[in-house]
C-alpha cells in the first residue's frame, strides 16, 4: 500500500520526507499573526460585512442645543460694569406688572370691574404673559384683587375695598400735584422742536411723569397753558400757547449755579488731536474742558445745528439729561425716549451717544428693552434722593404686595397687619 501511494503521488519523494522523519529537539515556532491576518478582524471588516449599526455619532435629539444670543435676554451691560441696584428695579418693574397694568385698566372701566372671560383675552393690557390664565395672577395679590360671582352667573374681577380706598388716596395726590404736571408738560413743549407735539405721544409716556389717565380731557381744563388743534393727518395735536422763560432753565443749569465742578465732571467730549502738538496734561484737561460746556440749552434751537457736529450731541444729550429730571423717577425706556425722536430731533445713534457719558447715565436691562438712569438722582442703595409724592405712594403699595402674598383661596380675604400709618387691618 506504500509503493501505491508513493507512485501515485511522485511529489512526496524520500527527499521531501527525510526533514519529517527525522528527529528534531524542537519543534519550529509559528509565525506571529498580524491584526490583519485574524479571523476576527477579517470577519469584522471583509466588505461583505455591513457595520451601519454601529452609532459612531450622537443623535440630534441627544445633542445640547447651543442657545443663541437673544437680544431679549442679552443684558445690555457687561458683567464687570454692572450696577445692582439699577437692575434690580428693572427686575422689581417685570415682578410688579401685572399690579400696575391691571390697575391702570380697571380703573378706567366702568364700576371699576370686568368680566373674567374677557379679562383673558387681555392679556397686553393687564400685563400678563399670552397663553397664561389671568385668574393665577389675581390669586398672587388677594388683598387688592377679587373675583366674584354676579347675579347674571358670571365670572367678574374688580378692586377690593382696600384697593379702592387706595385709589381715591391715588387720586388725592394727583390733584395736590396737578400744577407740577402741568409745568412738566409745558417743558415738554418748550422743548420741542415746533412747540407742539401728538397728545397721544404723551398719553402714552403718561405714567413715567405722572399725568392722570384722562389726560386728553384735562388738557382742556387750562386753556391759558395748551391748545388742542387739529393735525394735518388728523390726530389731535397739543401746542404750547405762551412761552414761559421761568420754565426755560434746565435742572443741569440750575444746578451748576450750585456746584460748578460737579456740572464739569457730569458729561466728557475728548477732542481728538495729533501727537505732534506734544500737549501736556494739563494743556489736554483744558482743551477737553472747551469741549465740555457750555453745553447747548434743551430749551433753545439747538436741532438747528448740523446733525454730526459737537454742538448738535451736546444739545441732544442736554436734552435727554432734562428729559429724564421731568420724569417721576428719573429713568425711561428706550421705547419712551424713541416715541418723542421726532420732537426733540434724536438720531438712531442714541444708544451710543449715552453710551459715552457713564458719569452721568447708566443703561440698564437687555439689548432690546433697556433702560437709562439719572445715576446722580439715586444714592448709594439705589434710592432716590428727591422722592415725589406719587412715587412714595407706588412704593407704599408695593411694600403691601410684598407683605401680604398668595396661599389664599377666591372669596376670602387674607388679613395682615401693616406697619404704614394710616393703613387699616382688612
Known sequence: MAWRLLKRKPSLTTKTLIPFLSPSPCPPSPPPLSPSSSPIFSLLFSSSFSTSFLVTKTPKKFKKRKKKPSPRTTPIQHESSIIPHFERLIDRDNQFRF??????????????????????????????????KVARFVAKHPLLFEIYRHNDNKMWLGFSDFMEGLLEEEDRVMESMEMERVKVVKKLLMMSKEKKMPLSKIYHCRVIFGVPDDFRDWVLKFPDDFRVVNGDDGTRVLELVKWDPALAVSALEREFMVDEEKVKRAFKFPLKHGKALDLDDDDVKRLSLLNTLPLVSPYSDGWKHDLWTLAAEKYRVGLIHEFLSLTLEKRASIHHIVEFKEEFSLTKHTYQMLSKQPRTFYLAGTEMNWVVFLKDAYDENGNLVEKDPQVVFNERLYKVVTKCYPNVTYGRKRKCQFEETGTANT
Open 99 to 132: 399690579l400696575t397694568r391691571s390697575k391702570q385698566y380697571l380703573s378706567k372701566q366702568p364700576e371699576h370691574v370686568l368680566q373674567l372671560d374677557d379679562a383673558g383675552k387681555l392679556y397686553r393690557e393687564l400685563g400678563f404673559p399670552r397663553g397664561r
